[in-house]
C-alpha cells in the first residue's frame, strides 16, 4: 500500500511539473533610454542632442530663467503622412527657477516641439529618427 501511495504521488509530481511549459512569444526590450538636455534661460529653450533615433527618451530640464516655467513636448502635425504613432503632448509641473525636471516620452519618428506652457520663450525642435537597437542582448537592462 505505502509503495503504491509513493508511486501515484512521484507521478503526479511528474504530471504537474510537465505541464510548466509555456509557449509565449519573446517580445524584444524597447532600447535603451537616451537622456537629452533642456535648458530654459530669458530668450530661448536649447535642448542637446536635437537629432536621435526613435524610443524612450528622458528630457532632463533645467531652467535657468528668474521665472517658474512649464515646459510642453509636443508632437508637430505632419499632414498626409499616416504615423503608427500617437501623437505627443506632454507638460512638465512648474519648474522653479534654478531648478530641474524630468519629462519620460517615448518618441516615434518625426519632429516635436519643446516649448514653454506660456510660450514667452523661443522653443526649440526635436527631429527623430528611425528606432534605435532593441536592448535585448544588454545585460543589466530593465
Keep these: 500500500m505505502r509503495t503504491v501511495s509513493l508511486s501515484l504521488l512521484a507521478a503526479a509530481a511528474l504530471g504537474i511539473a510537465g505541464c510548466g511549459g509555456s509557449n509565449y512569444k519573446n517580445q524584444p526590450r524597447p532600447a535603451t ?3 537629452v538636455g533642456a535648458a530654459i534661460n530669458q530668450k530661448r529653450i536649447t535642448v542637446s542632442p536635437t537629432n536621435f533615433g526613435a524610443g524612450p527618451v528622458v528630457l532632463i530640464i533645467t531652467n535657468q530663467s528668474t521665472v517658474s ?3 510642453r513636448v509636443r508632437s508637430e502635425p505632419n499632414p498626409g503622412v499616416q504615423s503608427k504613432c500617437p501623437p505627443v ?5 512648474p519648474i522653479n527657477p534654478q531648478d530641474t525636471a524630468e519629462l519620460k516620452v517615448d518618441l516615434c519618428e518625426g519632429a516635436y516641439n ?6 514667452t ?7 527623430v529618427g528611425t ?11 530593465p
Aim: proline letters at 6%; aromatic letters at 0%; hydrophobic letters at 35%.
Design 33 to 35: 533610454p537616451i537622456d
Design 69 to 71: 516655467q512649464d515646459v
Design 89 to 93: 503632448d506632454q507638460t512638465t509641473g
Design 114 to 119: 519643446v516649448r514653454t506652457a506660456a510660450n
Design 121 to 127: 520663450v523661443k522653443g526649440a525642435r526635436l527631429v
Design 131 to 141: 528606432p534605435r537597437t532593441s536592448a535585448q542582448n544588454q545585460v543589466l537592462q
